[in-house]
Structure formats: C-alpha cells, structure tokens
C-alpha cells in the first residue's frame, strides 16, 4: 500500500471519529419507495395519484443538536394527523405541546411519553413525544393520505409553534435543531 493511500486512509478514520454524527447521517438513504395509488381523496398535502414517493426506516443520529424539520400537525379529532397517537391511542389539543417524530427516532415508541427540546429562533420548548411520524407508510387513511414521512422530521402541534415564536407564513417547513430532553 502506497504512502498516500495511508494517508487517505488515515485521513478518513480521523473524520468519522470527528465528526461521527455528520459521517452517520449519510448512511440514513431511502430504504424503497411508496407509489400512490389514486384514492379519490383530495387536498392540498395529499399524495397525488401516481407519484413515488421515497421511504425510510433510518432517521439521523440524534445528537446534542440534531438537525431536523419542524412540520405542524394537528393532533386533535378530524384534524390532519390522521389516526389516534400512536403512544396512548390518543387525541391531543393543538394547546398542548406535543409532537411525532420520524420512525427513526419515534424508535419503536421507545420516546413515547418523553420530553424532547426543541430549538429554533432562539428560543427553546420542550414537548412530549406522543406519536411517530410514519416514514415508510402513507397515502391511506389512517394517513390522512399524506405522504410517507421525511426521515428528519419532527411534527409539531400549535402549541410548539407558538412557544418558538413562529408564525405567519415562516409556518411549514422550519429548520430546527432537537435533543432529549
């Protein structure tokens, strides 16, 4: 072995002993895909008839600063969170600060009934973790037929909103940072 593939070698080992959760995060690809079938229901989140969508069974590594996307659910009775939550086979109030994070880190419902902290704007909140936010399923009813879940994301009721100080249109697609609490 040449002198240079030592060194590329030793280069590389020294970056995925640096930067394990950078290093991690890109082994986290899609696991398949999921084609909508044509439902007959329509709205503006929902799949679209045909289109394929990209699933996980991976979320990145959580970290004291795990880089995620803040999405807003509804967790109440007919809202757009589908089925009961996942943890207690519960509704919540979008006045309570609760949350369903991506397969990955949902884990089996190994957070269900825990606190999470979220952070964005310079602000922090905690939230309870109450269902997962199906990354390898979707487009049904007990779905709301949506889209399978990104594997980064951590779906926040109102209340989560609100605390970080969010509003208007910055709601959607927010860039946050989480950790356990």
Not at 11 to 21: E, I, K, R, T
Not at 94 to 114: I, P
Request: hydrophobic share 30%; glycine share 10%; proline share 7%.
């Amino acid at each position: 072995m040449s002198m240079t593939s030592i060194l590329v070698l030793a280069l590389a080992g020294l970056l995925l002993v640096a930067f394990p959760s950078t290093a991690l995060a890109e082994t986290c690809q899609p696991s398949g895909t999921l084609e909508s079938p044509a439902t007959g229901h329509t709205c503006d989140e929902c799949c679209q008839p045909g289109h394929v969508y990209p699933t996980y069974q991976c979320s990145p590594p959580v970290s004291k600063h795990t880089k995620a996307i803040m999405t807003l659910n509804d967790f109440s009775k007919g809202g757009d969170g589908g089925d009961p939550s996942e943890c207690d086979g519960k509704y919540h109030n979008n006045t309570e600060r609760v949350v369903a994070l991506s397969t990955g880190w949902y884990d089996k419902g190994k957070r269900c009934g825990e606190y999470i902290r979220i952070n964005a704007k310079g602000r922090s909140v905690l939230a309870k973790v109450v269902d997962e936010c199906d990354t390898l399923h979707g487009c049904d009813k007990p779905h709301a037929f949506q889209p399978p879940c990104p594997h980064n994301d951590v779906d926040a009721s109102q209340a989560v909103w609100d605390a970080l100080g969010i509003f208007g249109d910055e709601v959607g697609d927010f860039p946050i940072t989480w950790s356990d609490a």
